[in-house]
């Protein structure tokens, strides 16, 4: 017995240096406020790249771009060799289906149960028969060490399981490319290792790109590949660990020692917007 | 990804090659559960499988639970790469019987 309609997909090793993702000269603004200014970045397939910088830097507006949930004021971001800025919505949709996204607090339906949160993008893209879809997400809850929470609510989960959910949606489809914001953010330091671990193994098994967004010096150190470490909408240093830490640029020096940053005041400006509209 | 059945002592051997994945479990999914139905133990050769995603593994699973109510076997040969790593990451490698080679299934 054969199967002679099945298709002759190849598999395709990827190049080790083949770039999955591409940002040139990304500008992104809120109305007249810039937030990105001319980022210039490469991943390539199977690595994790870590995202670091301080709160207001322009992490999470990178995040979006890359997401294709904002337009960039100027610049494009190619990502699987399509540009997700010109790309019509089915291409779009298309490319979506290749990509995870796990957001900061999970992120789930609070009206369905964690297991229906889970199973859902399974049961919207594809026709998999039911009985597959239970499976898969049960390996997906074991993985995420949630194994037994599929029949609760999200409201009844903590902070750390809600996140740990999230991540197993994302992943439920195996994407080819995950982009996680915040994985540490709240959790527990031996949870927050865990889920390091469980990224280095998907990328391992898997051979997912990983792009992570995060201010946690431990999480990034370990789990990264290159880092990229953004300063008020600007790329000021993209490297390995090493390169990172050995860096002698202060802005980038400053977010690995933890320094606070020292606020320029222009003194005429922050007079002038004190008593804007004062008489 | 295509896949053929041959026989070996009184099991099918389902060889699979290529990559498995969300677009072509289903069918791996019929041949399986058809080969139990039939009331045949199954190895499923990995030896020229150079991918397999969670549908994959899910139908697997499947597979052994069919198997285990029908008291046959389902066995793995020449999981390697990939594959293997998947089964790691899923801790599935506890779960089946993996054997090195079709060869060494004992009867």
Redesign the interface.
């Known amino acids: ?3 002679n309609q ?6 395709q ?1 990827p190049s080790k240096d083949q770039v999955l993702i591409q940002v040139n000269q990304l500008d992104s603004a809120y109305g007249e406020r810039k937030i990105l200014k001319g980022i210039e970045l490469s991943v390539k397939q199977g690595e994790i790249l870590v995202i670091m910088g301080g709160s207001g830097s322009g992490k999470s507006t990178l995040l979006k771009n890359m997401l294709g949930l904002m337009q960039p004021t100027r610049g494009e971001i190619i990502i699987d060799k399509m540009n997700i800025n010109t790309v019509d919505k089915q291409q779009m949709l298309k490319l979506r289906r290749t990509m995870g996204v796990a957001f900061q607090g999970g992120a789930l339906l609070s009206s369905m149960s964690v297991g229906d949160n889970i199973k859902l993008p399974l049961r919207q893209h ?4 039911e ?3 239970s ?2 997400t049960r ?2 809850l ?2 995420m060490n949630l194994a037994g929470f599929e029949d609760l609510m999200p409201s009844e989960l903590s902070g750390g399981m809600l996140k740990r959910a999230g991540l197993a949606r994302a992943v ?3 994407p080819k490319i995950l982009f996680f914001d915040e994985p540490s953010a709240g959790l527990d330091p031996v949870t927050s290792v865990e889920l390091d671990q469980l990224i280095l ?2 990328r ?4 997912m790109t990983i792009i992570v967004v995060t201010h946690e010096l431990e999480s990034a150190f370990t789990i990264a590949d290159r880092i990229a470490v953004l300063y008020d909408g600007e790329i000021v240093k993209t490297g390995t660990v090493e390169e990172i830490k050995a860096c002698d640029d202060e802005r980038v020096a400053n977010l690995i020692n933890r320094k606070p940053r020292e606020v320029q005041i222009d003194g005429e400006k922050y007079l002038s917007r004190l008593t804007e509209g004062a008489e | ?5 041959s026989d070996h002592l009184n099991y099918k051997v389902l060889h699979l090659t ?2 498995v ?7 791996v ?1 019929r ?1 399986l559960l058809d080969i139990l139905d039939n009331g045949q133990s199954v190895i499923v050769d990995f030896s020229d499988l ?2 397999i ?3 994959g ?3 697997l ?2 597979g052994l639970n069919a198997a285990n109510k029908k008291k046959l076997t389902l066995a793995i040969a020449n999981a390697n790469g ?1 594959p293997l ?2 089964l ?5 490698n506890q779960v089946f019987n993996l054997i090195a080679s079709v060869e060494d299934i004992k009867e």
Do not use: P, W
């Not at chain 1, 594809?126 to 028969?129: F, G, I, N, S, V």
């Not at chain 1, 391992?204 to 051979?207: L, W």
């Open positions: 017995m054969s199967d099945t298709q002759s997909k190849t598999a090793e594809t026709d998999l028969d009985s597959t879809i499976i898969m390996l997906k074991e993985l439920i489809m195996d193994e998907l391992k098994a898997m051979n | 990804m295509s896949f053929e059945c290529g990559e994945d969300l677009s072509n479990s289903s069918k999914r041949c150079t991918y995603d969670s549908s593994m899910a139908t699973v499947e990939a790593q998947v790691e990451l899923t801790r599935l």
